[in-house]
């Protein structure tokens, strides 16, 4: 069922960008403008559940070359839910396989029509390199280690929901910093609205150098748990690594994964998010991500929320809808 749109008004003057790449490159008022944006789409659609008819005759592509549950299914909702079509691409069984680069297929699929290419790489800088390369928008739904801009948003967006305001929070990274493209996402925009960040986790994880991006490096969550307002629970990436990074996987879980014992300890407001896909009693316990403290599928309603309004501002400057 379509609804009305006539409350949707134009794309605000702020939002100049024909691409979505990183959150790096972004102001605190373009970060803001993508939030309310969503929220205002999440409350229009009745919680993403309705559509809107925005992007009608929009067609938008999701170019995955890693696998992909959450993001690659909310991009193709978040489009129909805007009433624009939604083009699924598998690099298996592509002409990849025959020798097509990489650039000459994602040229091909935009000569079909393309007005924006969300795409998913394992080498950092793909998203950058194919907007140089085509006339259409460009959204970078993860590349490599490096950045995941929509997942550090929603992340965002869901903190905002329940604290109204991130400056003065301490929001803790805990986990898998150095492979994480969910870490630096949240680090750039989490910073540039306020909030005091702190990653956490193994040494061979975790590099003093992260200290040069104005964040605090702990290697103990025992010691920052009580000071922290929300902690972002990453995955250990084991297929990014050549080498295991800590003696097992059941030391790693007793001295970093939330469970009851550590979250007696903690804020009793405190607000445990996690990017996805959890790995139970590794990270996190069972009796902690199914809490009233986890907000975990919040986080997947507002990816789709968050992945409306990215597509909608970067499909055109001053559309009026």
């Known amino acids: 069922m379509s609804i ?3 409350e949707i008004g134009e794309i605000p003057a702020v939002w100049t960008r024909r691409h979505l790449l990183g959150l790096e490159e972004l102001s605190a008022e373009e970060l803001v403008c993508v939030l309310d944006a969503a929220v205002m789409f999440k409350e229009a659609t009745g919680g993403c559940r309705q559509k809107l008819s925005v992007l009608a005759g929009r067609t938008c592509a999701n170019l995955f070359f890693e696998a992909s549950t959450r993001t690659r299914t909310s991009f193709a909702l978040a489009a129909r839910r805007l009433g624009a079509d939604a083009l699924d691409f598998s690099a298996s069984g592509s002409s990849l396989s025959k020798g097509e680069t990489f650039i000459d297929t994602a040229k091909n699929i935009e000569a079909m029509g393309i007005d924006v290419v969300v795409v998913r790489h394992r080498t950092p800088g793909t998203p950058h390199l194919l907007a140089q390369q085509l006339d259409c928008s460009v959204v970078n739904a993860g590349d490599g280690p490096h950045e995941h801009p929509t997942q550090g948003l929603l992340d965002i967006m869901t903190i905002r929901e329940h604290r109204r305001e991130l400056a003065g929070l301490t929001v803790a990274l805990v986990g898998d910093i150095s492979h994480s493209r969910t870490a630096r996402s949240n680090i750039w925009g989490l910073k540039r609205l306020g909030a005091h960040v702190i990653v956490c986790g193994p040494s061979t994880l975790v590099s003093r150098r992260w200290e040069e991006l104005g964040v605090e490096v702990s290697y103990n969550l025992d010691d920052i748990l009580p000071r922290c307002d929300v902690l972002n629970l990453l995955r250990i990436q084991f297929e990014r690594q050549s080498t295991r990074p800590f003696p097992s996987v059941r030391e790693y879980a007793h001295l970093y994964a ?3 014992e ?3 300890r903690a ?3 405190i607000m445990i998010l996690a990017p996805g896909p959890i790995n139970r009693g590794v990270e996190i316990t069972p009796d ?3 809490g009233p403290q986890s907000v975990i599928l919040e986080q997947v309603t507002n990816g ?6 990215v597509l909608w501002l970067v499909c055109g ?4 809808l």
């Not at 789709?304 to 309004?309: C, G, K, N």
């Not at 400057?317 to 009026?320: I, K, S």
């Open 267 to 269: 804020k009793d407001d």
């Open 4 to 6: 009305d749109v006539s």
């Open 262 to 264: 550590r979250l007696a």
């Open 304 to 309: 789709l929320a968050i992945r409306m309004a």
């Open 258 to 260: 939330m469970n009851r």
């Open 317 to 320: 400057a001053n559309l009026r």
């Open 288 to 290: 902690v991500a199914d």
